[in-house]
């Protein structure tokens, strides 16, 4: 069955950095796009960034453009979100996502 894990995040203060994983299995996850949401307290589930299958295109949504990277190793099974200039509103569980498939999350507080 697909799987997607997620890893990587925990507390960082402003200005810090912190790298997200996603771990796919279950389907050929080198012919799809990924994706990476957030969901903050009270807020509606938002796409953050997206890589396409073969890595040669990525979109951020504009708040995290110049701070966010989406990366992934198609070797590996693994897409990645590298957060960089972390603000407090970046704080949010953070989900990996392909088509109807969602990781369990992953939560990501920015704080001093």
């Known amino acids: 069955q697909v799987q997607l894990v997620e890893s990587g995040g925990g507390l960082v203060q402003p200005g810090g950095s912190v790298r997200l994983s996603c771990v796919a299995s279950?389907?050929?996850?080198?012919?799809?796009?990924m994706n990476w949401f957030r969901q903050a307290p009270g807020k509606e589930r938002e796409l953050v960034a997206t890589?396409?299958?073969?890595?040669?295109?990525?979109g951020y949504t504009e708040s995290v453009k110049g701070r966010f990277t989406i990366t992934r190793d198609n070797g590996k099974n693994t897409v990645y979100l590298q957060m960089n200039s972390l603000k407090p509103e970046d704080t949010a569980v953070y989900y990996c996502?392909?088509?109807?498939?969602w990781g369990q999350g992953t939560q990501v507080t920015v704080s001093s």
């Open positions: 996502n392909s088509r109807e498939y």
């Open positions: 890589i396409s299958a073969t890595a040669d295109s990525a």
């Open positions: 279950g389907f050929a996850f080198s012919s799809y796009y």
